[in-house]
């Protein structure tokens, strides 16, 4: 099929969008609400000209003969009256919010040049009277839930895009009330109570959903010359920093812009990932049932627990890669090095959101690569400066090859290889929810089985950042 | 005068609607016992086609070939849908057809879901009528006891079903696509199109949704023949049509009248007039999310026209005298429709909600220069960029009123 995109001929296969082709060929068309998968088609940034009516392209089909236009007077009309009328509805605290200069909102705000606004806000913090007179039945109802220990969500700078609807996997969330009233949120507004995969964290435009943590906190204590702070840093990660810093090229880079944050110790998390894996592959040697789950995976041990308890006992409970490294940290290390343990404070640094349900005591915080960048960002270091440095060799990886356990299926390859048994690996819910059916009607039956909830492992963690442009 | 023809009311006062005997005894299910015992699905279908008969909803996608495209499918279920989720301001007439003659509308969607190969139907009905549920549950069950609906119908292959489903009174669930959502149990919101619901609509099968007073109008094509019912009415749009004036008519109410007919044939002559002492100020055709017609577009007809500059729509007509304060009508619109938005897409959601805010500023007389501005912006991005015609709606009524009455709304005259 032959189409016509800015007057160019473009090949085009049946059933493709508009987007997608515009995307394959360089075309940028900014988007606010489409994800990986699911296209709504409901913000209406995206728009597109064919033979002069006006279309999303991001869930519109090419058809034959189309003559797509990406640019014009009336696309730029159409993006900038709807990005205003998005802008008034949200809550504009740009300098405090923790998604500043890390907002999709505001980027497209500054790209389409929006400078003059027509309308009059409807969540911004007004203080003149006559104003909040004007505002008076114009404050839409703000839902804000700090209920659990990972995630924290306002609807007041939530832009319904519904992107956490789309891409969450258990169907936690939807839109409450309508029109203009609209919120999205659980059902009766009752505290999230989920799996904790953080997906939604990392695909919010805004800062309506965000990680939750004390980062006023943890700065304190990283500049707190009396405490030594020790950084834990998940191979993961390494895949998705660059997103968040761009100056982080490499792991020495970062584990240098690591130590001028404050870290005083930084500590490849693989040393505990082999540790972990090695007490699994013992208790799979002694355990002579069949479908024991791996338990490397928070967020699918939290799956088990919830919504298939049947398999709770299947689980080897294994401690995380953390916690066995922060418990030799404050035993072992501290000992040696006689330092006390109470001044020790264990950061981990993870692609996982549900670490900080799971966390326990001997790790002290776990931040997300997003955290990260917030906490490098308000330090104000001149990044390009910093010297490159290296993992402290007190923990040191004696096999690189355990890293591949951030891999859907990575780490019950190692196991099965050391046991010389078959395995299954599962990855996202969807494989997840098939292979426990699967075993509740006895169709499989195999040694151990590895569930990972975010597609791919790890390195699509939860936790993880995301290239915005 | 000539005697006018009687289609959807020619019972309308002469039969009780809760008794099934007296509608048979009026002439009743006589089209099903024709469908059944001497015609085929495609010959019906054929009546249906050359009558030329188009919805009544207020689209006017000609019926039969919403119905055909259905009927080809060749997917083993297949649902069809009748729209009585009539929530436009100032529209009663499915309600009406409901009240006073409920077989009718059975007989029509029994014959509609034979010819497209249903199995299943569904009355999807406006959860406010709570008397009409009432009424189309004992009419069903009635039915159902005459062998009407059923395994086999009037002892023929033929079986179907009728369920009746009570939404919750959402103006959007009368669009196609949400009205599918919400009776699979979703967020009444629409879907994207295509696939059309001819397609893969309810539970992804093959559906054709039908309004109401659409499928009322079958039962008498398939009786008298579609080449009679192309004869009645304009050479466009073919039939009678329910219109529902309101507002300052002397006589207000349902009439059953040809299409075709000049609006100022239809206010004078049936309508009985302005009421006394008032003049004609503009009248708003098609309800809430209609256009306005002016003094000079008197004379123009009511039908339907894919060309025509105002859309005759449900056909509720509201007239407007000159006493009556633009400034409550437009907050009436624009209440009407920020309660309704789903909430969907980013130019309905914001931009009905701004519009009804800015009614209310100029009701209060507090409009500024930035309201001026916006008021375009709004009225233009709810035109051209809004994922259903809901947006399209909200801006019908409120682009006219600003275009023809400037002076009055931004009370320029004083």
Known sequence: ?469 | MKKEIKIITKNWGKINPKNIDEYIAAGGYQALFKFVKEMSPESALGEIKTSGLCGRGGAGFPAGQKLECVAQEKSKEKYFICNLDESEPGTYKDRAIVDNDPHMLLEGIVIASLIVGAKKAFIYINGNYRKQIEILERAVEQARKNVFIGQEILHSKYALDIEIFAGAGAYICGEETALINSIEGKRGEPRMRPPFPTQCGLFGQPTAVNNAETIANIPWIIESGGAAYAKIGSKKSPGTKLFIVNGSAKNPGVVELPLGIKLNDLLEKHAGGIQKGKEFWFAQIGGSSGRLALEKDLSMKLEYDREAKIPLGSGAILVVDKTADIHELLLSWTSFFRRESCGKCVPCREGTFRLWEIAKRLKDGEISERDVAAINDILWTLNNTTFCPLGKFAATAFSDAISNFQKEIYKLSR
């Open chain 1, 1 to 469: 099929m032959k189409i016509k995109i800015n007057n160019k001929n473009y090949k085009a296969e049946d059933g493709e969008l508009i987007y997608d082709i515009c995307k394959r060929s360089g075309i940028n068309i900014p988007t606010l609400c489409s994800t990986p998968k699911v296209h709504e088609g409901v913000c209406w940034i995206c728009v597109v000209e064919n033979n002069g009516r006006l279309m999303t392209s991001c869930n519109t089909k090419v058809c034959d003969g189309m003559e797509i236009v990406t640019e014009s007077e009336k696309i730029a009309k159409a993006r900038r009256i709807n990005l205003e009328l998005l802008w008034a509805d949200h809550a504009g605290k740009c300098v405090t919010c923790k998604k500043n200069r890390r907002c999709e909102l505001q980027n497209l705000a500054e790209e389409q040049k929006i400078e003059n606004f027509h309308f009059i806000p409807r969540k911004e913090e007004m203080t003149g009277g006559e104003e909040l007179d004007l505002l008076k039945d114009n404050r839409s109802r703000v839902v804000v839930d700090e209920g659990n220990m990972a995630i924290s969500r306002t609807t007041e700078l939530c832009v319904e895009c519904r992107r956490c609807i789309n891409i969450c996997p258990t169907k936690e969330f939807g839109f409450n009330n309508r029109a203009g009233d609209v919120v999205v949120g659980t059902p009766y507004e009752k505290p999230l109570d989920c799996i904790f995969c953080g997906q939604c964290v990392k695909n919010c435009p805004t800062g309506a959903i965000t990680d939750k943590n004390d980062l006023q906190e943890i700065i304190e204590k990283l500049d707190d010359l009396k405490k030594m702070a020790i950084a834990l840093v998940d191979p993961a990660i390494l895949e998705t920093v660059a997103f968040e810093q761009e100056e982080i090229i490499s792991k020495e880079k970062l584990i240098g812009i690591l130590k001028a944050t404050g870290f005083e110790k930084v500590f490849d998390l693989g040393f505990g990932m082999e540790k972990m894996l090695e007490q699994m592959t013992e208790k799979v040697k002694i355990n002579g049932n069949n479908n024991l789950m791996l338990s490397h995976c928070s967020s699918f041990n939290l799956y088990i627990e919830k919504y298939h308890p049947q398999f709770k006992n299947n689980i080897i409970d294994v401690a995380n890669p953390d916690e066995l490294m922060a418990e030799i940290i404050k035993g072992e290390y501290a000992k040696k090095e006689k330092i006390n343990p109470q001044d020790i404070v264990v950061i981990s640094i993870s692609s996982c959101v549900s670490k900080k349900i799971k966390k326990s005591s001997n790790v002290d915080y776990v931040i997300t690569v997003r955290e990260l960048g917030r906490i490098i960002r308000q330090k104000n270091i001149k990044l390009k400066d910093i010297k490159e440095s290296y993992f402290g060799k007190e923990f040191a990886v004696k096999d690189e090859k355990v890293k591949n356990a951030i891999r859907a299926g990575g780490a019950s390859e190692i196991i099965a290889k050391k046991t010389k048994v078959k395995y299954i690996a599962a990855d996202g819910v969807v494989q997840i929810k098939k292979v426990l059916d699967d075993l509740s009607k006895n169709r499989i039956e195999t040694k151990i089985i590895e569930g990972m909830i975010c597609e791919g492992g790890c390195i699509n963690g939860g936790g993880q950042a995301r290239k915005l442009k």
